[in-house]
């Protein structure tokens, strides 16, 4: 997977997250109970989650890149990724 399409599942993920997040927040305004209020911090962690993966993403595109191709090399020479990477894989 190349960095692109790992970016722009990442803003997918975190778009249907932030979704899920504000369905329970409506849920929390409309029924405040313990339940709906564990499920609004779920979402949240969840969101975070994502955000800071697409974060972690976007600080080291150059370092993704350079994995990407080391791969794609290493696959093509002995049909395995490369053992070695400086981001992890994701």
Not at 35 to 51: C, G, H, P, R, W
């Amino acid at each position: 997977m190349t960095d692109w399409d790992l970016m722009t599942e990442y803003i997918h993920n975190a778009m249907y997250e932030l979704d899920k997040a504000h369905a329970a927040t409506r849920q929390v305004r409309e029924h405040a109970t313990p339940k709906s209020i564990d499920n609004f911090l779920a979402q949240v962690q969840e969101l975070t989650e994502n955000l800071t993966n697409l974060e972690t993403v976007l600080n080291h595109q150059e370092a993704f890149a350079i994995d990407e191709f080391a791969d794609w090399l290493s696959k093509a020479f002995t049909g395995k990724p490369s053992e070695y990477r400086r981001t992890p894989r994701m």
